[in-house]
């Protein structure tokens, strides 16, 4: 999606909107650079809280109107998404080696 953006001339200082609208939800931190170059748009990690109780808290409401902007957001943003060309790169990236985490010495 990112070598379409480029092709189409989007995500750029003259026009911001891209293709990609990326979305923290964890840490980000171990994010392949070229995702975490991108991972500006909104961070919702203070919210990836994976239990039923989470619901009943005054952060799920915080959560619920935060989507609500991020869903109108997403609306306003495909009227401006260009339709489908199949001239239009296809990338295949290798890949990426799993993160190691450092093991203590016994």
């Given at each position: 999606?990112?070598?379409?953006?480029?092709?189409?001339?989007?995500?750029?200082?003259?026009?911001?909107?891209?293709?990609?609208?990326?979305?923290?939800?964890?840490?980000?931190?171990h994010?392949?650079?070229?995702?975490?170059?991108?991972?500006?748009?909104?961070?919702?990690?203070?919210?990836?809280?994976?239990?039923?109780?989470?619901?009943?808290?005054?952060?799920?409401?915080?959560?619920?109107?935060?989507?609500?902007?991020?869903?109108?957001?997403?609306?306003?943003?495909?009227?401006?998404?260009p339709?489908?060309?199949?001239?239009?790169?296809?990338?295949?990236?290798?890949?990426?080696?799993?993160?190691?985490?450092?093991?203590?010495?016994?």
């Amino acid at each position: 999606m990112l070598a379409r953006e480029r092709t189409l001339g989007l995500s750029t200082v003259q026009n911001p909107l891209g293709l990609v609208y990326p979305v923290v939800f964890a840490d980000g931190i171990h994010f392949p650079q070229e995702a975490r170059d991108v991972q500006s748009r909104i961070d919702l990690s203070t919210w990836g809280i994976p239990f039923p109780q989470f619901k009943k808290t005054e952060e799920y409401q915080q959560f619920w109107a935060l989507m609500r902007q991020v869903a109108t957001q997403i609306a306003v943003h495909l009227s401006s998404i260009p339709p489908w060309s199949p001239g239009w790169p296809i990338l295949t990236p290798p890949a990426a080696a799993p993160p190691q985490a450092p093991l203590p010495r016994l």
